[in-house]
Nanobody
Framework: QVQVVESGGGLVQPGGSLRLSCVAS????????MVWYRQAPGKERELVAAIASGGTTEYSDSVKGRFIISGDKDKNTVYLQMNSLKPEDTAVYYC????????????????WGQGTQVTVSS
């Protein structure tokens, strides 16, 4: 199994910054990609940013130019640097990891963390 743990959320004023971290651990054989999603109250979960194993990144239009996703392969960790935060960025941020395991090396499954709350408010 693979465990996913997010951290770094909190309360920040508009215009401020936060950095989220997501660590994957357990019986990891290979990580194919790591993705940040978010879900605001009453809204569907949406993709925020993604990074593939080769380093290719993808961002939603709403965060492009403000958020930066990066990864550390040696630590099985992905970061989300969030700058110029807006009240509409308030949400629970979830990390999703696509990984194969040491017992099923040919199949990649998606593993979710429990989420970390980000609140942008004055």
């Amino acid at each position: 199994q693979v465990q996913v743990v997010e951290s770094g959320g909190g309360l920040v004023q508009p215009g401020g910054s936060l950095r989220l971290s997501c660590v994957a651990s357990g019986s990891i054989f290979r990580i194919y990609g790591m993705v940040w999603y978010r879900q605001a109250p009453g809204k569907e979960r949406e993709l925020v940013a993604a990074i593939a194993s080769g380093g290719t990144t993808e961002y939603s239009d709403s965060v492009k130019g403000r958020f930066i996703i990066s990864g550390d392969k040696d630590k099985n960790t992905v970061y989300l640097q969030m700058n110029s935060l807006k009240p509409e960025d308030t949400a629970v941020y979830y990390c999703n990891v696509r990984s194969s395991t040491t017992t099923e090396r040919a199949i990649a499954y998606a593993y979710w963390g429990q989420g970390t709350q980000v609140t942008v408010s004055s």
